[in-house]
């Protein structure tokens, strides 16, 4: 069975819009408290909510780079904290990627995602698909097409839809976490996943199944396992 449910709403420097309006750039961007008139249709898929639908278009992926949602923002809806991201899109057509996971898990009927209206940008940029100064983009003249457009490009055809993870209400501590798997989150939306062995007042240690992100400062490799820094640590969560 499909889910979908309505959960917060698009605002532009703080002030509520409907979905689907174009975004006039140097505006802030943010999703908040729901607004009934103006909620956001989210299908909930694979353990997060994605959005049914283009929530603005004529955005650029610098825009939303800038205001922090391609890798993850944290934002309150109605009293939870989700982190809001881009899709992973693919590096190229056919490639495992969470959207096409998530077509696989619900339909490709444009009735329920509505990728007729037009492309949405995803994670992947220039140094994934090797396409200098571009970003993969998916959608518009099917539910699986993949193609790229330059980051800064803006286009009413071309928008955000974003998606939620979940955070929860309070961040577990390490001591309860020690051998099960977690996911811990840090500033500008990054992520690492792994199985934490040990910890101290002042570091994580984790057995990790993701790589220490590149330009790091706060997580060194040892063998097999990640020592990550607590102090930069925003979230963590068993998963």
């Not at 006039?24 to 999703?31: F, N």
């Not at 571009?134 to 959608?139: E, I, M, P, Y």
């Amino acid at each position: 069975m499909i889910i979908t449910k309505k959960l917060g709403t698009l605002y532009f420097d703080r002030r509520p819009v409907d979905i689907g309006t174009p975004y006039k750039g140097q505006q802030v961007l943010s999703i908040g408290n729901t607004v009934p008139g103006k909620e956001i249709t989210m299908v909930e898929v694979n353990g997060q909510l994605i959005a049914d639908r283009l929530l603005c278009t004529k955005i650029s992926a610098i825009d939303l780079e800038e205001q922090g949602f391609s890798f993850g923002k944290e934002v309150l809806i109605d009293g939870r904290r989700y982190l809001c991201r881009l899709l992973k899109v693919g590096v190229r057509r056919g490639a495992p990627n969470e959207w096409d996971a998530a077509l696989d898990a619900t339909s490709d009927d444009n009735e329920l995602w509505h990728w007729k209206e037009g492309f949405f940008w995803g994670q992947e940029g220039d140094v994934q698909i090797q396409i200098p100064c571009c970003r993969a983009v998916r959608g518009c003249p099917s539910a699986r097409f993949w193609y790229h457009h330059g980051a800064s490009y803006r286009s009413v055809y071309l928008g955000f839809r974003p998606a939620l993870e979940y955070l929860g209400s309070v961040s577990y501590s390490p001591d309860t976490l020690v051998g099960k798997a977690i996911k811990a989150y840090f500033p500008g939306g990054v992520s690492i996943k792994g199985h934490l062995v040990d910890f101290s007042d002042y570091d994580i240690v984790l057995e990790a199944s993701t790589p220490v992100p590149v330009g790091c400062s706060w997580a060194t490799t040892e063998g097999r396992n990640i020592v990550i820094d607590q102090g930069n640590i925003i979230w963590l969560k068993e998963v």
